[in-house]
């Protein structure tokens, strides 16, 4: 039997900002490079891409995000001296990127997310595509996007990753308007970016994992600015409704806000509890 749907191949990671809330820490360093136990968040983000079938990896950098790229180049000298001193180089299997597998394109101005994603529109050509926002750290098994790409392969269109959001953080994300819902699915048949609380259609926020249509690189075209001035996916989104399948998903997955100081430290103790060579010490730690 013919895939019904195009697969999704490529995946999109915006991260070019300057992860200003967690300063003076970013002030050198890409936020995405920032570490939850022993992998930088980017890693978290390339293995779930990579679990729901993701081939090409596009990272959308900016000014001064160079140690993106050359976390997932070969390190010669670090492996050779590692092999000579009979090191297993297994822990930096998961840092290797074969050849061809990760784009870098760049990202001048920050000018929004949905800029951003705009940036990577010839790499993504005419394919479907996923974008994951990597300080959105996704805990769960199977991973977000994989079941984010199960669900795009029963309904097609656009996927967005949802979540409840409470009342007086709407102004904070894209939220939907719902509509028909069916188990982990509602039908998207419309999205609203930071509405106020009084105005929100409803407390379902679009959160950092999207599964997308090659054609919201055509409205991005237009480069209209929206909240805050800035170039919205958001609203980029809202106008393929009604032109092509649009569902949000509510994942089996716990999501860890990590651009965020509190959320940061709350993903390390979370993660460190569910692995067993850690949780005795850090239950003693924070008893």
């Not at 992860?19 to 003076?24: F, K, W």
């Not at 990577?120 to 300080?135: K, N, Q, T, W, Y």
């Not at 009342?167 to 419309?190: F, H, Q």
Request: aromatic share 4%.
């Amino acid at each position: 039997m013919n895939q019904p749907f195009k697969p999704v191949r490529k995946a999109v990671f915006p991260v070019a900002g300057l992860g200003t809330r967690l300063l003076p820490a970013t002030k050198t360093m890409p936020k995405e490079m920032l570490t939850v136990i022993d992998r930088p968040l980017i890693q978290y983000a390339v293995d779930e891409a990579r679990e729901a079938g993701i081939e090409q990896l596009i990272l959308v950098t900016g000014r001064g995000k160079s140690a993106l790229v050359d976390y997932f180049d070969l390190s010669f000298e670090l492996e050779s001296t590692m092999r000579a001193k009979g090191k297993d180089l297994a822990v930096l299997e998961p840092s290797r990127v074969p050849y061809g597998e990760l784009i870098s394109v760049r990202q001048q101005e920050p000018l929004g997310l949905g800029h951003a994603v705009w940036c990577a529109r010839h790499v993504v050509g005419d394919e479907p595509f996923a974008v994951l926002l990597p300080d959105d750290l996704m805990a769960g098994t199977p991973g977000a996007l994989r079941q984010m790409v199960d669900a795009y392969n029963k309904v097609g269109g656009n996927i967005v990753c949802a979540e409840e959001v409470a009342p007086e953080k709407t102004a904070s994300y894209g939220i939907v308007t719902p509509g028909n819902m069916d188990g982990r699915l509602t039908e998207v048949r419309g999205l609203v970016e930071k509405p106020a609380p009084e105005v929100a259609p409803s407390l379902l926020g679009v959160i950092g994992r999207y599964i997308l249509q090659p054609e919201v690189m055509g409205v991005l075209d237009a480069q209209e600015p929206g909240a805050g001035g800035e170039i919205q996916l958001t609203d980029a989104m809202a106008k393929l409704i009604g032109r092509q399948p649009f569902h949000a998903v509510k994942v089996d997955a716990v999501r860890h806000d990590c651009g965020d100081r509190a959320g940061y430290v709350r993903a390390t103790i979370a993660l460190a509890l569910g692995r067993d060579d850690l949780r005795d010490v850090v239950r003693e730690a924070v008893a």
